[in-house]
């Protein structure tokens, strides 16, 4: 059973950085493609930064790319998420997910429909 655990959320002001960390367990972590999606209250679930499994390369929404950076480590089988720059409309619920095999094209990797596995979600709130 393949089980996404995140943390690092919390409160943190406009300008600040925070680093969230989605460790993995089950399954085999260099297989997978890893991703972070955010959702706030009413919204869908919104796409954020991807790992690819073949190589590495990653992708990132418009909306964090220079401000965000997804990286992962293989030994402790965990993906982060460096966040810094923050801003007020940053504030949601961070989710990591991850892919196996078969895998998803890559003109799909910022929907939230295909991936197989989900974390509980960490809070980010970024407020003065």
């Known amino acids: 059973q393949v089980q996404l655990v995140e943390s690092g959320g919390g409160l943190v002001p406009p300008g600040g950085s925070l680093r969230l960390s989605c460790e993995v367990s089950?399954?085999?972590?260099?297989?997978?493609?890893l991703a972070w999606f955010r959702q706030t209250p009413g919204q869908e679930r919104e796409f954020v930064a991807v790992?690819?499994?073949?190589?590495?390369?990653?992708y990132y929404a418009d909306s964090v790319k220079g401000r965000f950076t997804i990286s992962r480590d293989t030994a402790k089988n965990t993906v982060f998420l460096q966040m810094n720059s923050l801003k007020p409309e940053d504030t949601a619920v961070y989710y990591c997910?991850?892919?196996?095999?078969?895998?998803?094209?890559?003109?799909?990797?910022?929907?939230?429909?295909?991936?197989?596995?989900w974390g509980q979600g960490t809070q980010v709130t970024v407020s003065s």
């Open positions: 089950g399954g085999t972590f260099s297989r997978y493609t």
């Open positions: 997910a991850a892919d196996g095999p078969p895998y998803i094209i890559l003109s799909a990797l910022a929907s939230a429909d295909g991936y197989d596995y």
């Open positions: 790992f690819r499994y073949n190589g590495g390369r990653t």
